[in-house]
């Protein structure tokens, strides 16, 4: 019996090893908490707080603010983008001047002048004749003989012609109330056939509010002009072929007025940019939006043409047109009495060493300073004092008073000056067919030369490029009260009417080639 007894205590030992199994089989939980450490990958998780990055990019949503700018456009509403208007090359053709023209002009100086409705040559020219809508170009030499048609163009074109010094260029406004050819043409003389074309289809060079007078380069090459750019205007030139149109003030500012040296080396202008850097809406610096006015004045700046470079020349706030005295010095005034300043004040700079000079009587200085105009030296003015009555003031740029007379009562604005080219003579006349006086001509100590009754009276004198004859318009009534073109010797004595054979209206231009 033995046998079960082992039997049992085998059977025992399984129970008791098939326990002991079973109680091991809990091992394979303990790797649970093996995983449990996994889930402590949930802190490598933990990363996600980085997404706490999130928050720096809140200051990113901060970005939204700073595009509140771009909503300038919605002040903008008073600063939209105006259409600019491109240089186009057209309506190429021939015009009638002679052909030899550029060497005449080369050689001898001539005047110009238009004649506008010139009416048929009547035997008694008190009666009234038809009129037309023609205005002539024309140039004519100062010993006489036949004026010279150089270009027609309807009376529309009015006072918008602008001819260059040499006289072999001219810019004018064509007006015929057609889109396809109206607009800015420029006329080419130099070519051995004359040329004219279309550079610009506009019928104004009035530019947001601003007119400005085209200016040519002495030699007559290139024109600068301002034209609108958008949001601003800008300063281009072109040549006289239309070639080449070049934007030179390309700043975000109105830049307008332009006007070259007498050398050819600088262009000067007038610009807001010292105020406004730029008028595009939604660029750091724009004066879009803040209510600050369109500009009718700036500063005056020079440009280097050669180098690009430009200098502020003026501190003084101007709403007029600078102008060049010499190659190196520029005049310009400050104040307008027409919208309530007490002073006009004058300036001239050296545009070398930067150095500005107000001219200011040392004892009774005057207020207002009107129609001034410079020696060809830069150390005299003479200009129109203007308070109570009128007066023709000369005074030396130290401020010493050289001669006053209070009996040539122009209008006011109603003066106008030339100095002869050696800065040693004076002649004096009205403007704009306010002449009431004849011919007046003074040297630099203000002393007579010529004082002359009229008829004629002297409007507009200019003296001759070399300084040896004096043209001037005047009116005649012994013959029917019209203004005709006479030329002078320098002293003002001995004028012959020019322009005795044309009917209709006279404008002098001036001395042109030489």
Known sequence: MTYPKIRLVALTAIFIIAAACDSLTPPTPTIAPTDVPTETSLPSDTPTPSATYTPTETPTATLTPSITPTETPIPTATNTPHPTTNFIYDNWDFVPAPANIASTLANSAILAFINTNNRAPSVNALTPQPGNNISTLYYISPSGGTPISILEMTAQTGDQIW??????????????????????????????????????????????????????SPDGSRLALAMDSGYDLDIFTVGRDGALPTNMTQNGSFDFWPAWSPDGQFLSFVS???????????????????????????????????????????????????????????????????????????????????????????????????????????????????????????????????????????????????????????????????????????????????????????????????????????????????????????????????????????????????
């Open 272 to 514: 807001d940019r010292a105020v406004c850097p730029t008028w595009a809406p939604g660029v750091e610096g724009t004066c879009d939006g803040t209510n600050t006015p369109t500009p009718t004045g700036g500063y005056v700046y020079v440009m280097d043409v050669a180098s690009g470079q430009v200098q502020q020349i003026s501190q003084q706030w101007v709403t007029e047109p600078p102008t060049w005295v010499n190659p190196r010095q520029i005049s310009y005034a400050s104040g307008d009495p027409a919208f309530g300043d007490p002073e006009r004040t004058l300036w001239i700079a050296d545009v070398f060493t930067g150095e500005t000079r107000e001219l200011r009587l040392s004892q009774n200085n005057d207020a207002i300073k009107l129609s001034e105009v410079w020696s060809p030296n830069g150390n005299q003015a003479i200009y129109q004092a203007a308070s109570t009555e009128t007066a023709i003031v000369l005074a030396n740029l130290d401020g010493t008073l050289v001669g006053r007379d209070d009996d040539l009562n122009f209008t006011r604005y109603g003066m106008w000056a030339d100095w002869s080219p050696g800065g040693d003579a004076i002649a004096i006349g009205g403007i704009g067919g306010q002449c009431p006086h004849g011919v007046i001509v003074v040297n630099s100590q203000f002393g007579t030369i010529a004082r002359g009754n009229p008829p004629p009276s002297m409007c507009e004198p200019q003296f001759s490029p070399n300084g040896s004859l004096l043209a001037f318009t005047g009116v005649n009534p012994r013959i029917d009260g019209r203004v005709d073109i006479y030329v002078a010797n320098a002293n003002g004595f001995g004028g012959v009417n020019l322009t005795a054979n044309l009917r209709g209206t006279i404008r002098l231009l001036g001395w042109i080639g030489g």
């Open 163 to 216: 001819v260059a010094s040499t006289g072999t260029a001219i810019a004018y406004i064509r007006s015929e109330n057609n889109a396809s050819v109206d607009g800015l043409y420029v006329v080419d003389l130099t070519l051995p056939t004359p040329i004219r074309g279309r550079i610009l289809p506009v019928t104004s060079l009035v530019q947001r509010g601003i007119f400005s007078e085209p200016s040519w």
